[in-house]
């Protein structure tokens, strides 16, 4: 699987926009872009996946650039209870195994 | 999205003993079940890949006489931690997939503590 990179940290304040950007130069044709949100002690919870252009949800926008070596997640308008850690993925597809890098530790402050 | 479980959510053992973990995927059929596990501050490290009716694969530094893991049905797979000792205390996740899915759906977690 295509090795990413995101940063450590972020802190950002209740009603902002927070965007994480990832890195992922290696990915490859067939591989979808995948974040998860983490809580502490809980599981990861799926927050979007997108292949290229723009992915929206309820819960987040996902943009990726036409050269797909790099993915932007946006949470919009984040609150308290949007303090968790946000990992990026490349190649999540049935059967294969993920590789978690260290992951965005977001910390929303009012 | 799809749901997995996982039974206990925590659970405290005496040091020899043996402690099962549970996880199943309640509303889809889990082709691959993968085991991980998380210690504080870190990321997930995975453990094992389980499919239904075969041997699990083991990522390299995991004993596999240790962790035990069994995938009987497409729904069910279980990871006993054998002879538990201290250093096994850690956070202990599985996920799953299977046909329909677009991706890998984690349990909640189980905490396991040896004292």
């Known amino acids: 699987l295509a090795k990413t990179t995101q940063p450590i940290s972020m802190d950002s304040y209740e009603g902002q926009e927070v965007n994480i950007t990832c890195s992922h130069n290696?990915?490859?044709?067939?591989?979808?872009i995948t974040w998860y949100q983490q809580f502490p002690s809980q599981g990861p919870r799926f927050i979007i996946q997108?292949?290229?252009t723009k992915v929206t949800n309820e819960v987040a926008s996902l943009f990726i650039p036409a050269d797909r070596k790099s993915s932007t997640l946006s949470l919009p308008r984040v609150s308290l209870s949007d303090t968790a850690v946000y990992y990026c993925?490349?190649?999540?597809?049935?059967?294969?195994?993920?590789?978690f890098g260290g992951g965005t530790r977001v910390l929303v402050k009012p | 999205g799809a749901v997995v479980s996982q039974h206990p959510s925590w659970v405290i053992c005496k040091s020899g003993t043996s402690v099962k973990i549970e996880c199943r995927s309640l509303?889809?059929?889990?082709?691959?079940m993968f085991w991980y596990r998380q210690f504080p501050k870190q990321s997930l490290m995975l453990m094992a890949t389980?499919?239904?009716?075969?041997?699990?694969?083991?990522e390299q530094g995991v004993e596999k006489d240790k962790f035990l893991i069994n995938h009987a049905s497409l729904t069910l797979s279980t990871l006993t931690v054998t002879s538990a000792h201290p250093e096994d205390s850690s956070f202990y996740i599985c996920?799953?997939?299977?046909?329909?899915?677009?991706?890998?759906?984690f349990g909640p977690g189980t905490r396991l503590l040896v004292l």
């Open positions: 996920s799953a997939d299977g046909t329909g899915q677009e991706t890998q759906y």
């Open positions: 290696n990915i490859a044709t067939n591989d979808y």
């Open positions: 509303d889809f059929q889990a082709t691959t």
């Open positions: 997108g292949y290229k």
């Open positions: 389980s499919n239904e009716g075969s041997k699990a694969t083991y």
């Open positions: 993925l490349v190649g999540v597809a049935a059967g294969n195994k993920l590789t």
